[in-house]
């Protein structure tokens, strides 16, 4: 269903809102996971300190380090792909400005009002701090060291993702003015499955151009460009579809050998992360269009409330982990009472926001109006 509009060939309403119930399903599972990766964090062992650590845990580490190679950079190429339908229907001019609204105010407001108190509590934690939160405040915007934030200085926390995502879109305008969809869908739809899974490759070139202790711009721009010309195409997501038992096949033997090679030596290399972390993005983006193309009451209540319990959920996990961790010894009653109850008090936290007209959720649902709370 194609239609004309201001002299541009568009696809009809309603197109894209079916072919998005999968992508918005995919989205909000994978928002989900930030509260299991986040509570592992407390007991990674990569070297570094969470804003609570209770020492390693080679187990819980794994797990992360399983998750983590896709389930980030899933959700830049699902931006990519979105925008490409966003800018089917709006101008770049509306699309900036949605971007800035639902990313910059949203970021800007989270690092005044939340980022602060995980770096209260990270200090509280290590350094043994007595000062008060206002006390906190100030320091934290006045001291700047290694933007981790564990010891109180400055640090996006969590949302270094909303800012990333906007410079990213921003960035990718340029590009796409440049070198239209259209123009890249004629060569794109040649590349063979094994052609797509090679992608990799820039990708993991990418890595390490603005890398920032390990968040790449460079990376996370070159996968929302392949969720922006690539993923977002349907003949290659078709051969994906066609390819889909030897890439899951890739995908399966790749994780299970990356759980035993980390958690015997630790380590498996920045290049097999990308390769591992790409053959996953297309093995789920092939399940989720096969069995997550519906709308149900999930999908309803995620899209409007997802991306303010992105924004709430680690302040909240942070602040609930540090007196969890004082109340119980067992590593296993800490790790699920934390994942548990943040979720629980992030949508709680979440709920009281919109009933009370939050300062975080105002801007972001006057910006969402009639595309509910997506990334």
């Known amino acids: 269903m194609m239609?004309?509009?201001?002299?541009?060939?568009?696809?009809?309403?309603?197109?894209?809102?079916?072919?998005?119930?999968?992508?918005?399903?995919?989205?909000?599972?994978?928002?989900?996971?930030?509260?299991?990766?986040?509570?592992?964090?407390?007991?990674?062992?990569?070297?570094?300190?969470?804003?609570?650590?209770?020492?390693?845990?080679?187990?819980?580490?794994?797990?992360?380090?399983?998750?983590?190679?896709?389930?980030?950079?899933?959700?830049?190429?699902?931006?990519?792909?979105?925008?490409?339908?966003?800018?089917?229907?709006?101008?770049?001019?509306?699309?900036?400005?949605?971007?800035?609204?639902?990313?910059?105010?949203?970021?800007?407001?989270?690092?005044?009002?939340?980022?602060?108190?995980?770096t209260f509590y990270a200090r509280v934690f290590f350094d043994g701090y007595t000062g008060g939160i206002l006390e906190n405040i100030v320091y934290f915007f006045s001291h700047c060291t290694d933007f981790s934030g564990y010891d109180g200085a400055f640090t996006p926390g969590h949302l270094w993702f909303i800012l990333f995502l906007f410079v990213i879109a921003m960035g990718a305008l340029v590009l796409i003015r440049a070198f239209p969809y259209e123009k890249a869908a004629v060569w794109v739809e040649k590349i063979p499955a094994a052609g797509v899974l090679l992608f990799f490759l820039p990708i993991w070139l990418m890595y390490y151009l603005g890398n920032f202790g390990g968040f790449s711009l460079g990376k996370n721009f070159a996968l929302y460009l392949a969720g922006y010309y690539v993923l977002s195409n349907e003949a290659v997501r078709e051969k994906l579809k066609k390819n889909f038992c030897w890439l899951a096949l890739l995908c399966l033997i790749g994780t299970a050998l990356s759980a035993v090679w980390y958690y015997k030596f630790s380590y498996y290399g920045d290049l097999w992360v990308n390769y591992l972390g790409w053959n996953t993005i297309l093995v789920w983006i092939v399940l989720a269009e096969r069995f997550l193309n519906k709308k149900t009451d999930f999908t309803v209540y995620f899209n409007q409330n997802s991306y303010s319990i992105y924004i709430l959920h680690q302040s909240i996990l942070v602040a609930l982990a540090y007196y969890v961790v004082q109340v119980f010894h067992s590593t296993l009653l800490q790790a699920g009472s934390i994942m548990a109850g943040s979720f629980l008090l992030t949508v709680a936290a979440n709920h009281a926001l919109r009933a009370a007209g939050g300062f975080f959720v105002k801007p972001f649902q006057k910006s969402s109006a009639g595309s509910g709370g997506k990334l």
């Open 3 to 118: 239609e004309k509009r201001d002299g541009k060939t568009t696809h009809a309403p309603g197109l894209f809102q079916e072919r998005r119930n999968w992508m918005d399903n995919l989205r909000n599972l994978t928002i989900l996971l930030l509260f299991p990766v986040h509570t592992f964090m407390i007991w990674n062992d990569f070297g570094f300190r969470f804003y609570i650590w209770m020492g390693e845990n080679k187990l819980l580490s794994t797990l992360i380090v399983l998750i983590n190679p896709w389930f980030m950079p899933l959700l830049f190429v699902l931006a990519g792909m979105s925008a490409r339908y966003a800018l089917e229907k709006k101008t770049r001019k509306q699309f900036i400005k949605s971007r800035f609204q639902k990313l910059i105010i949203p970021f800007l407001a989270g690092i005044v009002f939340l980022v602060p108190f995980q």
